[in-house]
């Protein structure tokens, strides 16, 4: 079958904007209390205690993080595992946003961890009976793969355009070389990459969930539930594709690009199977636990429940179900923001909003320089996605020309 031949290039676009620069400020203020968290520690930004020993950044920095930036994985294995090639445009957007956002999702640990200066403790003390180990060593490694994946896009922008200044010059035959070895190793070996980032992604995303069961009843029982991991892992895959919309929509706007609704149409049609598995698993367990009975209370537990469910799974639903809301670009926005949204509540609910230690005195609730962090974060994330996407070939744009995409083979197929 033909495909429309897709041509990564660098955006011509200014990188400043009036925009940029107010992202650029909320960057900065989460630097400040990002500073006073390790200068004065983190009792000083935050509302953490010996009770509450985690809250907004493992909810969302970490394990929000994670389960936003699977695009990553589910696109690769639609475009490269399952031979999918007319999404190859949108590959590279996702594997930039997964790159970035583990990137971030690192941080947030660092950040939050006590003993910060101990983060490189899970690479040489093993324990293969700690879920907790299980979804560090796996993020770890998974971040490294999405770095070596991305190694083609910098080799494709650099490969004969080594101009390094003064006395380097010297070496720009050199780089160039390496440049080219790197390209056409991976060409060779792209493929062990790729499945290794998929099966790593299913690891642990579904490890985040065992975490909180070992949590036990200090959990609600509406969240509590002995296949939280699958349910971590479905939401997870069914993320994917609408975080890719989500990204690809707004770069489009504010890049000043036409969105590529051929392919993020079909990306949505995918998205309701998907999101009907996770309801129905949902649904089940609660029926099957009778935990439904909960909900006759009106409480935080059973409006946060409710929201979640309603706003995140169900509506989007059946707006991804109706073929005027796939064709239009707001609808479809908006369909995926919900999606995302549902997928960044439910994380929230089961790290903090469901979780009580058994013998806390007060309630737990985030400091604002907690909210500066995150939000500072997702700031930055912005930033370097925006940077890279103006100065590497990410985004596919009919009609330009450059250097071919790295090829690789899967199977014996080569694409």
């Keep these: 079958m033909n495909h429309e031949i897709v041509n990564p290039v660098p955006v011509k676009h200014k990188y400043f904007t009036p925009g940029v ?8 203020n989460g630097l400040v209390f990002l500073m006073g968290r390790f200068f004065f520690g983190l009792g000083s930004v935050t509302n953490l ?22 695009g990553g994985f589910t696109t690769a294995a639609l475009g490269h595992v399952m031979h999918r090639e007319e999404y190859d445009a949108v590959v590279r957007p996702a594997l930039l946003t997964a790159m970035l956002g583990y990137t971030f999702v690192a941080m947030g640990v660092f950040v939050d961890i006590g003993r910060w200066y101990f983060i490189w403790h899970p690479l040489i003390m093993w324990n293969g009976s700690s879920a907790l180990f299980e979804v560090g060593i796996c993020v770890m490694i998974y971040m490294t793969v999405l770095y070596i994946e991305f190694l083609p896009v910098v080799a494709e922008r650099f490969i004969g355009k080594v101009k390094l200044p003064g006395f380097l010059s010297g070496l720009n035959k050199i780089v160039d070389k390496v440049l080219r070895l790197i390209d056409s190793g991976l060409s060779k070996t792209m493929f062990i990459f790729i499945i290794a980032g998929v099966v790593l992604s299913t690891l642990h995303q579904s490890s985040l969930g065992t ?14 539930t002995p296949i939280l991991p699958l349910l971590f892992l479905i939401s997870a895959i069914s993320v994917g594709f609408p975080m890719v919309i989500f990204e690809s929509l707004l770069a489009s706007r504010s890049l000043g690009l036409k969105p590529e609704m051929h392919l993020l149409s079909k990306l949505g049609s995918m998205i309701a199977p998907l999101l009907g598995v996770y309801l129905a698993f949902k649904l089940g367990d609660m029926f099957i636990r009778e935990t439904f009975v909960y909900l006759k209370e009106v409480n935080t537990a059973s409006v946060m429940f409710t929201i979640e469910l309603l706003f995140g799974v169900i509506i989007p639903l059946r707006m991804f179900l109706s073929q005027k809301v796939l064709k239009s670009p707001v609808l479809l926005f908006t369909a995926s923001a919900l999606v995302v949204f549902g997928v960044l509540l439910n994380r929230i609910n089961n790290f903090v909003v469901a979780y009580t230690p058994p013998y806390s005195t007060k309630s737990y609730f985030p400091s604002f320089g907690e909210f500066s962090v995150t939000i500072g974060f997702v700031a930055m994330l912005v930033l370097a996605y925006r940077f890279i996407v103006l100065n590497f070939p990410v985004i596919s744009l009919p009609g330009k020309q450059t250097a071919q995409p790295t090829k690789y083979t899967i199977k014996g197929v080569e694409k």
């Design 211 to 224: 975490l909180m069961v070992i949590a036990g009843p200090k959990m609600h029982p509406l969240w509590q």
């Design 21 to 28: 620069f107010i992202i650029l400020l909320i960057a900065l």
């Design 49 to 70: 205690n010996n009770q509450y020993p985690w809250g907004l950044w493992i909810g969302v920095d970490v394990a929000a993080g994670v389960a936003l930036a699977a």
